[in-house]
């Protein structure tokens, strides 16, 4: 049931009594990885993103020292993915329902004692949903701290293994996700079938992007014809093991780092 999370970081495996005795509860990590069930191409299985971020996480909590609390609640594998449905396979939640989700489960960690979460996300369609929540629970709850975070923000090696064209427009099923699943799962990979798409007749001198500072909305299909958006054919599984070193390290890292957090305050004496 744990996946590749450490079982004795799994937060369901723990019991209620487990939970009321923990020492240092307010401070502990609670960690909702976030991923899709999405087309990833004719090459690719929908759960890649559910399955890059659980394994991240597992090996990155798998370096931490038992000291630091940090626990990992049962992925939530279903996000906002709608700009893939139109490829068979594809399920999505709307942005109302997973705001909701992220809610409920905010409040029932809230209710039991923790004031830490982190929302870790590997699906590039929803990382504006996580910010919206994280903002209004912490509104609702001013000692609560969310962390509505994405996998691959922290620094890694993508950058030493990609060409700089994939760095920029291998977004989706490309050489990065297909070579960290051939090191993740590469029994569920058919090399066979890839084949590289870039995004098809993006406006030129023009200051707009599919992302950045001056984005414009797209779904996959205006971009794709096969649901790739890079390069797979380069992937290999040693380049996968590269990247899941490089993140799962990070991500260690990061998770410390949120531990020792402490949330700002001002003294100021204008405010309610």
Known sequence: ????IPPHRYFAYL????????????????????????QHGPHLPLAVDSAICTTVL???????????PVYSLPPLYYGKSNEHWHFPGTITLSAETLLKVIYDVAESIYRAGFRKLVLLNAHGGQPQV???????????????????????????????????????L?????????????SILPEQVRMAEAKA??????????????????????????????????????????????LLTSLATSWATALEDIYRFRQPHTDSAYLP
């Open 15 to 38: 019991t209620w009594t487990d939970i009321e005795a923990m020492p240092e509860r307010a401070n502990a990590v609670i960690v909702q990885p976030m991923g899709a069930i999405e």
């Open 130 to 168: 996580l910010e919206i929540a994280a903002r209004d629970l912490h509104q609702v709850h001013d000692d609560l701290m969310v962390f509505p975070l994405f996998v691959w923000a922290v620094p890694n090696c993508a950058g030493d293994l990609l060409t700089p064209k994939e760095m920029e």
């Open 170 to 182: 291998g977004i989706h099923a490309g050489d990065a996700e297909t070579s960290l699943m051939l």
């Open 1 to 4: 049931m744990h996946g590749p």
């Open 197 to 242: 798409e870039f995004p098809q007749n993006l406006p030129t001198d023009s200051w707009l992007t599919m992302e950045g500072a001056l984005p414009f909305a797209w779904v996959t299909r205006d971009l794709s014809a096969s649901g790739v958006l890079g390069d797979p054919t380069m992937a290999t599984g040693a380049k996968g093991e590269q």
């Open 58 to 68: 597992g090996n990155a909590l798998a370096q931490l020292d038992d000291a630091v």
